[in-house]
Each structure stands twice: as C-alpha cells, then as structure tokens.
C-alpha cells in the first residue's frame, strides 16, 4: 500500500476578521481541499498546479432561520487516515481499496462539516449533530470556476420549459450538451453526474452519495462561472396518475426541501478529478462512499442476465402460437433461457390488469405461478415488471405474496422524481425486498448513489438513455456518440440497465425507429462489446430469442459473459471517441472496445495478463459492416508474444474478445 501523506493545516489572520484555514490533501498528495472559515465556510479543490473548484461557500439554511456555515463557530477538529480493503462481492471488483484523509470540523449550533480526500477525488458532506427533528429549507451548493471551462452535461429532458417544478418530473435520461459554463441554459436543470473540463487534459466529474432520506441534486447555471444546486421541495399532495395510473403527480408542495431526524449525516457531494480520460471508466468513490451493506446475509443475491421480451415486442415467430403476453410465449423465453444458460426472464408491462394499480389482479392470459413452476423446472426464474405506485400501495403484500410463489425479483418502473419522498421509497423497496428475498431493479430512476452498496440487492438502476430509445427515437439522434460518453459520466456513479444485445443492427444511414423490429445503431461487435464494457449485473437480451436464434455464434457469447466481475481495468479511451475496457472473472478475461463513427485501428496492450499461454476468441466488425453493420468475423487464435491485440473497429464499431489459457 503507499504511504499516507500526513494532513496539513494553517491558520491564516486577515486584517480586518479572524479566517480559520485548514488544508486536507490526498494520500498522494496530488489533491488538495482548501477550507476557510469566516463569516462563512469556503471551499476549494487543487489538483497539483489545476485549480479544480475556485473558494465556493456551503451552507444549510433550516426552516426556522438558522443557517449552518453563517458566522460559524468552529468547536473542535478531527483527523484520521484511513487504508483498508472494502470487499464488494456483487460489484465490478471483488476488492477495493478504501485509502483516503479525512477532516471533520465541528461548529456550534449542533451540525458539523466532514471532508474526505481521495487519490481519485474529494467528497464533503453535512452533518447533524443534535437528537431534534429539522427541518431542511435549503442547501447552498455553489460550485465557482475561475475560467470559462468547457462542460458535458444531461438536462433534464424537457421541451422548452419554464419552471423547475415541470422539471423535477422527469425520467433522467437524455444525451450530452457540450456547453461552456458561460452558455448553460439558465432555465434549464441538469442533472448528475455531469463534467466540467479542466485545464491539462483534467476532467472533473460531480455526483453524490449516500443519498438517503433527502432529495437528489440538480445543478443549474449560477452567476458568472458557477454551478448552483437545485433541489425539489417536500411533496405536500401527490395523486395518482401518469404513464397507466403508475405514477404519483405532486400538486403541491412545502416550503421545505427535507423534514429529518437529527444526529445524522447528510449526502456527500462527490468531485472526482482525472488526469486522464479514462480514470474516469473506472472510479469507486461513489461506492466508497455509500454506507455499507444492512443485508447480513447476501448470498441469496443471484445477478445474472435476463431473456426480455418488451424491447423486441413480443415478436416471436416460427412457432405454432400467437406470441404476445400469454402463457405460451413465456415459456418459448424460458426454453430460450434455459438451453442458452440465461438465469432469468421478465415478465415486463402487460401482466397485470391495465390502469388497476393492483398487482394481485393477473391477465387470464397469464398464470404466474405455472409459469414460475415451469422455470424452476429448467432452471430459470422469474422477475416481474411493476409501475411504482402498485408497488407502493401495499408493498409488503405483493413483496411477500410472490416471493413465496417463488419470483425472485422486480424491475420497478416510473418513479420519475428524486424529491425526499420518492427517495425514501427507494429505501423502503429495498428493505422490504431483501426482507423476501427479492432482487430490485429501478428504472424510471434517478443515478446511483450507492444504494446497491447498502442494499446489495439492489442489483440494477436505469438512469440512462439506454437501447430503448431506439424504438422511437429519430434518425438525428446519435446513440453512437453517446455509447462512448455515457460510461465515463453516468456509469462512474454505479451500474446500469442500458437493455443492448440487438441483433438488427444499423449504420448511420439506415437506422430507423419501428417499435416491433427496432435495431440499433452501429455493428454487431458493438452489441457484444456492450455487455463487457458497460456495468450491469442483471443484464438484458434485449432481443427476441427467433433472432438469438438464428445468430447461433453472438448468443452464446453473450450468454457467458459474467455480470459481475473480479477485476476491472480502464485500458484506454477518450471521452466521446472510444473506450477500452477489460473485466476478470476467474481464470477468464474479456476485453471490449467502442468506436464512435469514425473507423478506428488500434492496439491493445495486454500486458496486464499474467505470464501463459493464451487463447483469444475475437470478434470483430467485417469488412463490409460500414455498410452492412451485421456483418462480423469470429477469430480463435493464440495471443501474440508481445501481448498486444490490433483491431479494427469500423465506423460505429466495436469489438470483444475472451481470452482465456489453453
């Protein structure tokens, strides 16, 4: 392990008013968090000679008119050092290394102020130090920038609005603006993670975690070169409605934005820095950071992949039925699933009674538990698709009427909003269901803060604009550029169910949207190379099985590729162009790689490979796949001496290899 860097800290006098200043560095010693004490508390962040954040005040302003940070009397400090291994069973590493410097200040008035310096980043949060009840009117996050730094940022996907309430309902999901800070939308709200680009090829990425009991963070453009926290208020009225009568509807809200119980910590506000792109594939803060596991007993906690039937429109053919949502068409998906390995398959919208809200009101059409029965039968089992309001209607019913009819998870849908409220609800879902032995999978989603950490099964979060999108989405929109920029924004908070494994694929001048055979964007390889670049440990055949099929060769890999890993190795990449990436799972590696359109030959070092004798199964983009993007060629070969692989990767392309020892 390397060595700790001891903290500093200094006291600086001012002429005209005392200024207390401490200094929290990194264990490298490269990451330096600057905190002054004044009328307020300021902070910034250096990274060696790159001033990350110029001095930015935080503050919590409490409903009955004190303010936390506001002529702040510093009581005490503390320091500690902390190095230990963090073990993360279900995750994209069986190990972590938890290294990092910490400073806590503690103020009169009862809350105090911790700080964290990491090699990768620096994360401050909050906290209550009294036993009574508050209540949260605002928190100050007010992010200053001393240049006009370029930024990659989601907004909130909206048309044209102009309110931030309209804007608190939304799906979290949209592509990337470039924008400098200067030429952010003032009406708009972005949400997180989101990246400012720095000076000397650094990126800073800003998220959260721990985010529990208190609404989520959006950030919108301040004054001058700033980034301002926004926050939804406390839903005072919420009615039923939405998207089949699935979705609560706030009419109303309170003056405040969280109501809490006192003694306790708030989310940590997360900046990680890079100096190099690709840091940025493989980062652990947001995990780190998250409280660690309430499930003592997680070995029930099954990922895996999931035969899925909702992308692909229940489109089925070559059989003697009609496919749709019967019974018939799901054990088709089971007899899939089990010849070709796939743990699980979901019953996605449609089993339950439309616009009931009731998922104890079945379709004729469908019998779970025979359904259930005849899974277990070829060793595959059953989640359920559910709208949020059905879920939380009468949560501990349905969690325990189908967790002993044996279903071992739900996907639950439509949340649409991260105020305190519909945070909670996270929480509860996850508890309840770990209580039954249920695996949870949340989309309508906002991003991951950690919760898989503390609810390991938690397994999966949307919060993404994912292979969906395709149904309906436009010929301009560019899900290519976007697969190469998501992974080091949106996947550095946690994992994600972005549905690939297309089997009709498209280049750029064919794609269409058609909701019954939709295709993707890009080749064939660029599917595959998905499911070993991109994090998800219940992950999709999004595809119907007529079409896995017929592509005898890309099933089977797809089917034995792991979901969760013990390695994870951020090989090479630049944001919005390509990534490499490389995962470990016992003995076998897989290396996947993206391209966005422009053709791209490259090598790959795989130095990182312990010293034997290798085999390689390669597939790669065909030469004719600019213009058929299905086409593909499959390579079984032993690894070069020098332990590099070159591909080329065609416009929109991809690649994906195991490698194992002979």
């Known amino acids: 392990m390397k060595t700790l860097h001891m903290f500093i800290f200094s006291t600086l006098f001012a002429t005209s008013l005392m200024a207390e200043s401490y200094v929290l560095k990194s264990p490298d010693g490269k990451l330096q968090v600057n905190v002054e004490i004044s009328d307020n508390i300021r902070f910034s962040v250096n990274h060696e000679q790159t001033e990350v954040l110029a001095p930015s005040p935080v503050s919590m302003t409490l ?24 073990s993360s069973p279900l995750y994209k590493k069986k190990e972590i290394p938890d290294i990092y410097n910490e400073l806590t200040l503690n103020f009169k008035g009862n809350y105090s102020m911790i700080f964290r310096a990491y090699d990768q980043g620096v994360a401050y949060r909050f906290a209550a130090t009294s036993k009574d009840s508050i209540y949260i009117q605002d928190e100050e996050v007010n992010l200053h920038f001393s240049h006009n730094y370029p930024t990659i940022v989601p907004y909130v996907r909206q ?73 939804a208020p406390y839903p005072k009225q919420v009615k039923q409605g939405g998207h089949n009568m699935l979705q609560g509807l706030v009419t109303e809200r309170e003056s405040y934005i969280a109501k809490c119980q006192g003694n306790r910590n708030f989310p940590w506000r997360v900046f990680v820095v890079s100096t190099n792109d690709k840091e940025l594939l493989d980062n652990d803060l947001v995990y780190l950071l998250a409280e660690p596991s309430r499930v003592k007993d997680i070995s029930w906690i099954k990922p895996g992949k999931v035969a ?115 945070v909670d609800f ?149 944001i919005g162009e390509y990534i490499v990436m490389a995962r470990k799972k016992d003995d076998v590696w897989y290396v996947g790689g993206l391209t966005n359109w422009t053709k791209r030959n490259i090598t790959i070092d795989l130095s990182f490979l312990d010293k034997g004798n290798y085999e390689v199964e390669l597939f790669s983009d065909g030469f004719n796949a600019d213009r058929a993007a299905r086409d593909y060629k499959r390579d079984i070969f032993p690894l070069p001496e020098n332990q590099k692989l070159s591909v080329t990767l065609m416009p929109g392309g991809g690649f994906a290899a195991k490698i194992k020892e002979k």
């Open 308 to 422: 899925w039937e909702w992308w692909n429109d229940w489109n089925i053919y070559g059989v003697d039925f009609k496919s749709g949502i019967n019974n018939e068409t799901y054990k088709y998906y089971i007899d899939f699933a089990s010849e070709n390995g796939i743990e699980y398959v979901i019953l996605d919208e449609g089993w339950a009674v439309n616009k009931k809200a009731d998922l104890l009101q079945v379709i004729p059409e469908i019998d779970i538990q025979e359904l259930i029965n005849y899974g277990k039968s070829r060793n595959v089992g059953i989640i359920l698709w559910a709208g949020y309001w059905a879920i939380d209607r009468d949560m501990e019913k349905v969690f325990k009427t189908y967790s002993d009819m044996g279903v071992k998870g739900f996907k639950v849908d439509f949340m649409d909003r991260d105020d305190q409220a519909m």
């Open 63 to 86: 409903a009955d008119g004190r303010v936390w940070g506001e002529k702040p009397g510093l009581k005490s400090k503390k320091t500690q050092s902390v190095n230990q291994i963090v």
């Open 426 to 574: 996270y929480y509860r879902c996850a508890e309840t269901a770990a209580k039954h032995h249920l695996m949870i999978d949340y989309h309508g989603a906002y991003k991951p803060t950690g919760l898989h950490r503390t609810y390991p099964n938690v397994i999966n979060f949307e919060g993404v604009y994912g292979l969906e999108q395709v149904k309906w989405a436009p010929p301009s929109i560019d899900m290519v550029t976007y697969d190469v920029t998501m992974p080091y924004i949106r996947m550095l908070a946690g994992p994600l169910d972005y549905t690939q494994g297309a089997m009709r694929n498209a280049t750029r001048e064919n794609y269409r949207p058609i909701n019954s055979e939709p295709m993707s964007q890009g080749t064939r390889c660029r599917q595959l190379a998905e499911y070993v670049v991109f994090e998800s440990p219940l992950n999709m055949l999004c595809d119907s099985p007529s079409n896995y099929l017929r592509e005898p060769e890309c099933t089977r890999f797809i089917s034995d590729i792991p979901t969760v890993w013990d390695q994870t190795l951020a090989v090479d990449g630049t």
């Open 159 to 231: 048309d044209n609005p102009q309110t931030f309430e309209e804007q608190f309902f939304n799906s979290f999901e949209n592509t990337y603006t470039h924008s400098k800070l200067s030429d952010l939308d003032k009406k708009r709200l972005m949400f997180l993670p989101l990246i400012v680009e720095l000076n000397d090829g650094k990126k800073l990425c800003i998220t959260e975690a721990d985010l529990e009991s208190y609404p989520g963070l959006y950030l919108n453009k301040g004054e001058s070169q700033s980034l301002q926290g926004v926050f």
